[in-house]
């Protein structure tokens, strides 16, 4: 059984940093790409940055870029997502997410899903 949990998240303020991380079971990162998508308040669900291993390539939404980095243990099977430079519009709920995949992560169509964890950002 694929399980995906994440922790890390909490109440910080503006210009603070967090690492979040994605604990797996049941699954392996050679032929998957694992994603981290957020979801705020009133709005719907977004990606926010994904990695793959087969071939090695990471993508970032446009808003986090130079601010977010995923990053994976492969011997630990954790995937984490280390966020700088935080501002209150990164508040939201993270979701790591894994899909099948072997050329290029994608920023849709993820078929397991985390619980999440709460992010929340003060001015």
């Known amino acids: 059984q694929v399980q995906l949990v994440e922790s890390g998240g909490g109440l910080v303020q503006a210009g603070d940093s967090l690492r979040l991380s994605c604990a797996t079971s049941?699954?392996?990162?050679?032929?998957?790409?694992m994603g981290w998508f957020r979801q705020a308040p009133g709005k719907e669900r977004e990606f926010v940055a994904a990695?793959?291993?087969?071939?090695?390539?990471?993508d970032y939404v446009d808003s986090v870029k130079g601010r977010f980095t995923i990053s994976s243990d492969n011997v630990k099977n954790v995937v984490y997502l280390q966020m700088n430079s935080l501002k209150p519009e990164d508040t939201a709920v993270y979701y790591c997410?894994?899909?099948?995949?072997?050329?290029?992560?994608?920023?849709?169509?993820?078929?397991?899903w985390g619980q999440g964890t709460q992010v929340a950002v003060s001015a």
């Open positions: 049941g699954l392996t990162f050679s032929n998957y790409a």
């Open positions: 997410a894994a899909t099948h995949h072997s050329y290029g992560p994608p920023r849709s169509g993820y078929i397991y």
């Open positions: 990695i793959t291993w087969t071939p090695a390539i990471t």
